[in-house]
């Protein structure tokens, strides 16, 4: 995205091994500030950063030739990873909002992440990492609460057909959130597939409360769908 903050700037552009060249990256931006070449945005408790048009133009044409171009893109994503699990880890409680705002902030950043990880099924479950899925994973109630289930499942099914490597509690959680969004499409057919899939999966780990969950999210199917003799 054109904004970004400082700790984006320092986590995408420095390998972590290499953490004391951060000092670098922060001299480079302060001095592309004194040049009006980056604006500062003022949030309050954060400063954001924007990078103008050319800038930015010519920063991603060079970027695309460049050998660590790889590199930089697994570093973004597993940066705004962090922060979208770290927020999503809040959707459900009192600070709703404030999780809400922080995923809207970096929305860019994640359909760009989840891009790059989608587009090379290598890097989507790099070092087992499982990026691509649990990215989705993480943004599942977001999109939820959004309304932006066609988005949701868009990107859930496509992670799910790259990474059949996942720990299974990641992949039935990702199966999941597929069954309720292609419920909210009125795709019974398919939401039911992928809830009883998910289903299978938590009996086999013997997760009790998943389980209850996938029964409860199988019958909201049926009630919808007015198949109420299952």
């Given at each position: 995205?054109?904004?970004?903050?400082l700790d984006a700037a320092v986590e995408v552009c420095v390998a972590p091994d290499t953490r004391p060249a951060a000092t670098e990256i922060v001299d480079?931006?302060?001095?592309l500030i004194d040049r009006s070449l980056v604006a500062t945005i003022d949030r309050g408790a954060r400063t954001e950063l924007r990078l103008l048009g050319l800038i930015r133009e010519f920063a991603a044409e060079r970027a695309i030739g460049s050998p660590e171009a790889g590199l930089i893109r697994l570093r973004h994503a597993r940066h705004f990873l962090k922060v979208a699990e770290t927020a999503a880890a809040t959707l459900d409680g009192p600070h709703q909002l404030d999780a809400l705002a922080e995923l809207d902030r970096i929305a860019d950043d994640i359909r760009a992440a989840l891009g790059w990880l989608l587009a090379d099924s290598t890097q989507s479950v790099d070092e087992g990492d499982h990026l691509a899925l649990r990215t989705?994973?993480?943004?599942?109630?977001?999109?939820?609460?959004?309304?932006r289930a066609r988005e949701a499942v868009d990107y859930l099914d496509r992670a799910l057909a790259v990474d059949t490597s996942a720990p299974p509690e990641l992949i039935a959680d990702a199966l999941h959130l597929s069954g309720v969004m292609h419920?909210?499409?009125?795709?019974?057919a398919v939401a039911r597939e992928r809830l009883e899939a998910s289903l299978a999966l938590q009996r086999s780990i013997g997760n009790g409360r998943r389980i209850a969950r996938e029964l409860n999210s199988l019958g909201v199917v049926a009630r919808n769908s007015g198949d109420t003799d299952r």
């Open positions: 995205a054109d904004v970004f903050d480079s931006i302060e001095r989705s994973v993480a943004l599942g109630r977001a999109w939820y609460l959004h309304g419920d909210e499409l009125r795709d019974p």
